[in-house]
C-alpha cells in the first residue's frame, strides 16, 4: 500500500482567523450566492444557489414539503431515488406545480415577486397585511401571511384590519375561545402557528386568530415566488435504472441531477454519466461522491456537473467502522477544491464541489465553505424541521424527529451502496432521532446569520473571496477545550 500524505482531518480541527473588516462590509452587504453547475470560468453558472444549501438525497429529509421550503430560501432539494420511478415522478410535479401568490383583491396592482416590492405595495396601498396564497387568489389555500412593519394586532383592531381589503376578513381574535376552535386544531395552532386562519364554506378567510405574544417580525414567509416561475428542484439517480429514471424525471421537469453512490470513484458512475451527458446534454447532472483530487479529475472528465465529496462523515454511517474507508471530511474537501481549480486552470470550466455530511454546528458548514466547498449537503439539519419527512416523537424535555440513513435496514439503498446484488448484506447506516427544530424557514435565518456574521469577521462579502482570502489555523486539544464555555451554566447550575 501506498501511504497518503497527511492526516484524515475534520472541521472541529481548524479555526478561522478573523481578517481586516471594512466599513462597507456588513452582514446586510453579504452575499451568498453560489455556483451550481459547471460553467466557463469567469461566467456565471446556468443555475446558481441564492443561498448554498443544498438537502440530502434521503428518505428521511428531501420530501416535496422540504424541497419546497428549501427552494423557497434560495436553496436546492434533491429527491431521493430508493423507490419506483413513478413514486419520485410525482414528488418532482409536487414541487415543479407548487405556486405562491398574493391575495391583491380589489387592488389594481399585479403580484410581484418579492417581499420587499410587497411591502411597498402595501405601504402605496395603505395595506397593513397580506395573505399568500398557493394559487394566488382569495380562494387559494394559505400559505402565510404578509404584514407590514408597523403592524400588530393589540394596536390594529378588527375594523383596521378589515378596511385593509387586502383579504375579506370579518373578525379579528385574539385568542382560540373567541372562536371556538376545536382541541386539534387548537393544538396544532400552539404549536406551529403564531396566527391561525379560519375559512368559510366557499374557502374565504375569515377570521385571523394571534397568539398573545405574536410579533409581526416573528415568522411570516421572506421568500415569495412571483407569477409564471417554479421552483427548482434535483433528484438523486443510481448507475442500476438511469435509463428508466432519467427519461421521466426529465419529462416531469426536474432541474439537475445527481448520481448519488456512497463511493463514485468507479467505472459504473462514468458510464452512467457518459450516458447522461449524450441523451440529455442540457440537463445537469452531478457525480460523487469522492474524497480526493483523483477521483474528484475522473468524474469531471466523464463529464460530471458538480461533484460531492464526503465519505463516511454523515452523522448517520458507520461506513468507516464497517469498511474502514472514508476520509476526515475537512482534508477531503481542501484536496478536492485543489483538484478543481487546477482543472480550471487547465480546462477553462469550473466544475463546483459539495461538501455532503458531516456538518454538525453552523460553524462546520462557514468553514466548509471556506475551505472551498461552493454548496453544501446536509441530511441531519434539514431531518430537524417540520417540513422533513420523519414523524415528530414526544420525549420527557420537549421533541425529536426521526432520522435514518440510507445504508440503514429500514432504508435499504442497495444501489448506493452496491455491496452486491439487491439487498444490503451488512448495514452501513443508523436508524435514529435528532432534536426537532421547529420550522425551516427560522432555523436556516439563524444559520444565514451565522455565517455572513464570520465572513463579516473576515473581510468577505462574497462567498468567492471568502474562499480566496480565508486564513485557517489548526487547534490543539488543549485550545479546542478554551473554544467552549468554562463556567457552570444557569441551566444546570442546579440553583432554585
Ligand atoms: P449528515 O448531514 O446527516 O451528516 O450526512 C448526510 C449525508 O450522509 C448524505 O447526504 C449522504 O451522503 C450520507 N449518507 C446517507 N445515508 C448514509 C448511511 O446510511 C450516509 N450511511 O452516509
Redesign the pocket.
Known amino acids: 500500500a501506498q501511504l497518503v500524505e497527511g492526516i484524515s482531518r475534520t472541521f472541529n480541527e481548524f479555526l478561522l482567523l478573523p481578517n481586516r473588516t471594512s466599513l462597507e462590509c456588513t452582514p446586510a452587504a453579504v452575499d451568498l450566492r453560489a455556483p451550481l453547475v459547471r460553467h466557463v470560468a469567469g461566467e456565471a453558472s446556468a443555475i446558481e444557489l441564492r443561498t448554498p444549501f443544498t438537502s440530502?438525497?434521503?428518505q428521511a429529509?428531501s420530501s416535496p414539503e422540504l424541497a419546497i421550503a428549501l427552494a423557497r430560501e434560495g436553496g436546492l432539494g434533491f429527491l431521493h431515488h430508493n423507490r419506483s420511478v413513478e413514486d419520485q415522478v410525482a414528488d418532482v410535479r409536487a414541487v415543479k406545480n407548487f405556486k405562491a401568490g398574493f391575495v391583491v383583491s380589489d387592488t389594481n396592482v399585479r403580484p410581484t415577486d418579492t417581499l420587499g416590492h410587497l411591502w411597498e405595495l402595501m405601504e402605496r396601498t395603505g395595506h397593513t397585511t397580506a395573505a399568500v396564497t398557493d394559487d394566488g387568489t382569495a380562494s387559494g389555500r394559505l400559505l402565510g401571511l404578509v404584514t407590514s412593519r408597523d403592524f400588530h394586532p393589540q394596536r390594529h383592531d378588527a375594523a383596521a384590519l378589515v378596511s385593509t381589503r387586502m383579504v375579506p376578513v370579518e373578525k379579528v381574535a385574539h385568542s382560540s375561545d373567541d372562536i371556538g376552535l376545536s382541541e386539534a386544531n387548537a393544538r396544532l395552532w400552539e404549536e406551529r402557528l403564531d396566527c391561525l386562519p379560519t375559512v368559510d364554506e366557499s374557502g374565504r378567510l375569515r377570521h385571523l386568530v394571534f397568539r398573545s405574544d405574536y410579533t409581526d417580525n416573528k415568522r411570516f414567509p421572506t421568500q415569495l415566488v412571483d407569477d409564471g416561475k417554479r421552483l427548482r428542484v434535483g433528484a438523486g439517480v443510481n448507475t442500476h435504472d438511469y435509463r428508466d429514471r432519467i427519461p421521466a424525471l426529465v419529462e416531469a421537469g426536474v432541474d439537475v441531477l445527481a448520481f448519488?453512490s456512497?463511493d463514485g470513484f468507479s467505472d459504473w458512475q462514468a458510464e452512467a454519466l457518459t450516458w447522461a451527458k449524450k441523451h440529455y446534454p442540457e440537463v445537469p447532472v452531478g457525480g460523487?461522491?469522492v474524497v480526493d483530487g483523483e477521483a474528484f479529475t475522473f468524474l469531471a472528465d466523464a463529464g460530471a456537473d458538480f461533484i460531492?465529496v464526503?465519505?463516511?462523515?454523515?452523522?448517520?454511517?458507520?461506513?468507516r467502522d464497517q469498511k474502514g474507508i472514508g476520509r476526515g471530511q475537512a482534508s477531503a474537501v481542501l484536496d478536492v477544491a485543489a483538484a478543481r481549480d487546477a482543472y480550471r486552470d487547465n480546462t477553462g470550466q469550473y466544475v463546483p464541489i459539495c461538501s455532503?455530511?458531516?456538518?454538525?454546528h453552523d460553524y462546520h458548514v462557514t468553514l466548509a465553505l471556506a475551505m472551498g466547498a461552493d454548496f453544501v449537503?446536509?441530511?441531519?439539519?434539514?431531518?430537524r424541521f417540520d417540513q422533513a419527512p420523519g414523524a415528530k416523537v414526544p420525549t420527557r424535555d420537549g421533541f425529536v424527529k426521526e432520522?435514518?440513513?440510507?445504508?440503514?435496514s429500514r432504508?435499504r439503498?442497495w444501489q448506493?451502496?452496491g455491496q452486491g446484488g439487491r439487498g444490503l448484506l451488512f448495514?452501513?447506516?443508523?436508524d435514529g432521532y435528532?432534536p426537532y427544530a421547529g420550522d425551516l424557514h427560522e432555523g436556516l435565518a439563524t444559520t444565514i446569520a451565522k455565517i455572513k456574521a464570520t465572513m463579516v469577521s473576515c473581510g468577505a462579502m462574497d462567498l468567492a473571496t471568502f474562499k480566496a482570502t480565508a486564513r485557517l489555523t489548526l487547534v490543539s486539544e488543549q485550545s479546542f477545550q478554551e473554544s467552549h464555555a468554562t463556567v457552570t451554566v444557569r441551566e444546570t447550575a442546579g440553583l432554585d
Open positions: 440530502a438525497i434521503m429529509v448519488d456512497s460523487g461522491n460531492k464526503g465519505v463516511g462523515g454523515g452523522s448517520i454511517c458507520i461506513t455532503d455530511g458531516g456538518l454538525l449537503m446536509m441530511g441531519r439539519y434539514f431531518a432520522y435514518w440513513g440510507e445504508g440503514s432504508a439503498n448506493r451502496y448495514e452501513e447506516g443508523v435528532v
